[in-house]
């Protein structure tokens, strides 16, 4: 075996998926930053989560928000719904994992919030059931997931964004998310701020 080709075939597989995304996703994403920003203009914020390595992304996408991407502004209001182990564990021990989003939504979201759902697979049950507790609040959702898109792809309304990564191997999938949230920051930015 050679370890370097095998790297090689990593780099070349996350290019192809990375320029089958621009040419098919582009369009979407930048619906899904004017809808991010005439949310947070509109004193509304964005709730993000997901499990795993979608859970860092839901992280890292709020981080991106509150903190700074490329450029000083005020912090935008966006929470990560993964990262408070108490509500975590506690949800997940007093009613299910599956609740562990949902709870948190029917909580902190309110008409005319976006929901960020990360799911790889399209099919994590407590995604899914985040985004059924976003409808009820009046939120918008904002699906990025790879593959047939999964069962988050059956469920979305017309006034929702699906951002369905066109691969099948995780990993893949999951370079082209950081690169959508990353795409993301850079256009919200840019509206706020101005760009080039």
């Known amino acids: 075996m050679d370890l370097i080709e095998r790297v090689n075939g990593h780099f070349l597989e996350s290019i192809a998926a990375k320029q089958a995304s621009m040419e098919l996703l582009s369009p979407a994403v930048a619906v899904a930053a ?10 509304g914020k964005i ?6 390595g979608s859970a860092a992304d839901a992280q890292h ?10 450029k000083e502004r005020p912090g935008l209001a966006a ?5 408070d182990s108490s509500a975590l564990t506690a949800i997940g021990n007093d009613y299910d994992f599956d ?10 979201g309110h008409q005319g919030d976006i929901l960020l759902a ?16 976003a409808h009820e609040r009046g939120m918008s959702v ?21 951002l369905n990564v066109p691969a099948d191997r995780t990993a893949r999938i999951q370079e082209v998310h950081i690169l959508l ?16």
């Open 99 to 108: 609740m562990v989003f949902s709870k948190q939504v029917r909580a902190l």
């Open 79 to 83: 929470i990560s719904l993964a990262t």
């Open 34 to 43: 004017e809808q991010m920003v005439a949310c947070l203009m509109n004193e």
């Open 181 to 196: 949230i990353h795409a993301l920051c850079d256009a919200i930015d840019c509206m706020l701020l101005g760009g080039e």
């Open 142 to 162: 904002v699906a990025l997931t790879g593959k047939d898109g999964g069962k988050i792809g059956e469920l979305l309304s017309p006034d929702d964004l699906h």
């Open 118 to 133: 990360i799911s790889t697979s399209g099919n994590s049950a407590n995604v899914i059931e985040a985004i059924y507790a």
């Open 61 to 70: 996408f709020a981080a991106e928000m509150v903190g700074r991407f490329e």
């Open 47 to 52: 709730l993000a989560c997901g499990n795993g």
